[in-house]
């Protein structure tokens, strides 16, 4: 079963698009999911949008890495 993520409370069309962009879809896409690595994704996916940069994922994890430490 494959349950839209406007279900969650608070989840609407920005939140649910922002999710998208870092491959979960569905709710049950959620499960098993690190909090704090969802977060960094869509972090990235954010800087790289604006900047429209061609690091890696695992360069940009680094340097948030080194950042948040």
Do not use: C, H
């Not at 962009?21 to 994704?41: A, H, M, T, V």
């Not at 790289?48 to 340097?63: D, H, P």
């Amino acid at each position: 079963m494959k349950t839209d993520l406007t279900l969650i409370p608070g989840v609407g069309k920005k939140t649910k698009q922002a999710l998208q962009n870092i491959g979960i879809n569905y709710i049950e896409d959620l499960k098993g999911q690190n909090p704090e690595e969802l977060y960094l994704k869509d972090s990235l996916k954010k800087v790289l949008l604006k900047t429209n940069a061609s690091y890696t994922y695992l360069e940009w994890l680094f340097i948030m890495l080194r950042i948040k430490n």
